[in-house]
């Protein structure tokens, strides 16, 4: 059976540009292939799970940023989401 997961934080930054490219090279460290990067997303596959992870202006420098995962596992799906939002979230920058 097909399996969505999400999760949500906020992240506040000057600099989204730079956290999307850290994001991409994060997804080609952990494995992922096929990543790319669009105006609202990042992107990649690995084991057969799909992420994006989407940043939604909410006003001045901040960002509710969307971490996704579909995949035909629920069990795989879940925990590559899982790790997706930690290595996601282990970005920080100093602005």
Do not use: Y
Not at 7 to 30: M, P
Not at 44 to 57: D, Q, T, W
Not at 75 to 89: G, I
Request: charge should be negative; glycine fraction near 12%; aromatic fraction near 8%.
């Amino acid at each position: 059976m097909a399996s969505l997961f999400w999760n949500s934080h906020r992240r506040d930054t000057d600099e989204i540009g730079q956290v999307k490219a850290a994001i991409e090279r994060a997804l080609s460290e952990i494995g992922f292939s096929e990543v790319g990067r669009g105006d609202l997303e990042v992107f990649g596959v690995r084991g057969g799970v799909v992420v994006s992870i989407a940043h939604f202006p909410i006003g001045g420098r901040s960002f509710f940023e969307v971490v996704m995962a579909s995949g035909d596992s629920g069990d795989v799906t879940k925990n590559t989401r899982d790790e997706v939002v930690n290595k996601v979230r282990s970005i920080q920058f100093i602005d």
